[in-house]
Each structure stands twice: as C-alpha cells, then as structure tokens.
C-alpha cells in the first residue's frame, strides 16, 4: 500500500486518547507499566522459585478464582506457551479418546487439528459453521471433551458456554472452553465448565506468553488419570507437572515476569471495580457504540448477522465495497490508531476492533468519529 495511500491527517481533536485497538497483543494499561516500573528493582530478575514471585502467582490464581466465582474445588493451572501450547497439553494430558470441537473460525478450527493429528487419539467430531456464526455441541456417545470457545478471535463471534445435554452425553464427559479472548471481558457460569483455558494478552491486559486454565475437579481427575495410565506426556505439556508446579505457586519451567505481574495487577484492577460484571460491562459499552455506529452508517455493518452473537470484545464491521477496509486501517495507523484490520485470513472488507476491558469506552466513541471522518474523505473524491 504505502505510496499510493491517501495522505490524510486526523484532526488531533478526534483522536482517542490511547490508539491501541488490536485484538491481541492489545492495550496494556499504562498504571499497571508504571506499577511495573515501581517494583522492577526487587521483582524483575529474581528467581520465580522464592517468594517474592511466588505472591505474585498466588495473587493471579487467588485473583482469577474470585474474578470467574469458581465452585469450592476449581482451582487455577498455569504454563508456559500460551493458548497454543495448551491444545498441545490437552491432546496429551485430557483429550481421554475422542473429542468434539465446534469449528467456526481460525482459533476452533486450530485446536480440531491438533487432536486430528494426534495419533493416539481417535479423529475428533468436528462441527463445523460458516464464519460469522457458531454451531451448537451434541451430546454423542464415546465422546469425552467437548471443545468450545467462548469469542471466535478471528470473525468476532460470541457463543454460549453450556453443558451439552441429552442422553448420549457420558457422565464424564468434560467441556473444555477457549477463552482466550473472553476470560474477563464476557460473562460466564462456573458451573458450565470443567476447564476455562486462556492467554493473558487480550482481556487480561497483560503480554503473552502465558496460558492459564481453571479446571474443576473432574478435570483435575481426568489429568491425573491420563498421566498414570503410561501415555508419554512431553513435560513441558505435561497438565500433571503444571498441576503439581500450580498449587506451589509456580511453573515448570521459567515464567516471564513482567507477564505475571501485568496480569496479576489487571485481575486486582477489575476486582477493585467490582469485578467481572464491571469489566465485562465495560466492554459491552464499548462494544455497543461500534455496533451502533455500523449499524446506522450506511457505509457500514455489523458482520455477525445474529445481535446474540455478536462479540463484546472483538468487533467486526464491513464495509461497503466503496470504502477499502484496508485503507481505513492505515490511515488509522499512519494516524497513531493500530491494529484495526480485520484478521488477514478471512479475506473480507473488514474491520477488527478490540473492546477489552482496558479500552476506554470514551475512546471507542472517539474512534466512531475517526471513522467517520476517514470514510467522508476517501468517498468525496
Ligand atoms: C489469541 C487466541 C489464541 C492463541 O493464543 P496464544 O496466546 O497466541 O497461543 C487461541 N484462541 C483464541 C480464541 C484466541 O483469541
């Protein structure tokens, strides 16, 4: 693109306050760098081993069972490797046989074809839907997780974390839900879940690296089991060495700790707001004014056609084949407003925009009307 982008400057005054919309990495507050800068002398650079770094975990798994309301029981796992490497983890330590995962979008589509390609598994059920929407699970036998995710990253869908139900389910059959981009920014019933796996680099604020899972009991039981029954776990994606490593307050192997504190201060910082309610109301604000705006401007709409499944923290807008997406997007980013184009693998006229609780809703607002005003230039010639 580059030299025959349009040259337009945004009037400053329209500018959000923070530019920083993407979807992940996304918006690190600048109080929580500061708090990292306050404590970087005794914190950065000693060992995750004693117990200065020790708290810090202890804070992030105290801080995220309160935030998610876990059941008496759930307790919190962490690793290194992020989202990703959990698959990897799950296909060796809590995929039992044979899974089902609801396929709608890049994300889904990743972790059915890890457990495809796992040789000692069965081929997993997969079910399918076009992107911008989802499908539902079914109850089936000889199924023993059921893989969901709660935000579809990559089209900005939403979609229900339930318990399948009917009489094929297997009494232990687990659900196992990818919240990478969900956990803290969207709702959700503890007891829907046996495992509620995430990265801390999109709502949680902090950089990645990083993946956390609150598992519940049955879950706890499944990887104790797989890992006693003789299959070869490697031990960075052992679920059993992150178990026992967790409840010291530790990882298997060295963590980053700036991740770790960045993550366990955006937990504290919801928490003293009121928690999940409040940030995940924060994101639905925002999200409504971009919903709005596509909705009524005639240039744009909202991509996910069903209102109930549109995504409170990534948003997706087309755009009418007279604007183009892309230009929008680095004319924003030439303008200090990154991260707006749409997940390059859709192929769509597209914008993505980030809602995460750390956006202010004040400079969604702001966005609306940089839009506006990129789209009334690039349409009057
Ligand atoms: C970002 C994302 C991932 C991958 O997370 P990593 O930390 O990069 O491994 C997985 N699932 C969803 C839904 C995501 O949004």
Redesign the pocket.
Known sequence: MGADLPNITIPPELLPADGRFGS?PSKVRSEAVAALAGVAGSYLGTSHRRPGVRQVVGRVRAGLATLLSLPEGYEILLGNG???AFWDAAAFGLIASRSQHLSFGE?SAKFAAVAKGAPHLEDPDVIESAPGSCPDPVARAGIDVYAL?Q???STGVVAPVLRPRGAELESDALVVV?A??AAGGVRVDPGEFDVYYF?P??CLGSD?GLWLAACSPAAVERIERLAASGRWLPPSLSLLLALENSRQDQTYNTPALATLFLLANQVEWFLEHGGLEWSAGRSEASSSILYQWADEHPMAAPFVTDPDRRSPVVVTIDLDAAVDADVVSAVLRRNGVVDTESYRKLGRNQLRIACFPAVEPDDVRRLTGVLEHVIDVLTAS
């Open positions: 992940g992020g989202a990703t994300f995710t935000n579809e990253t990818d990478t981009s990265s680099q999109k990645g």
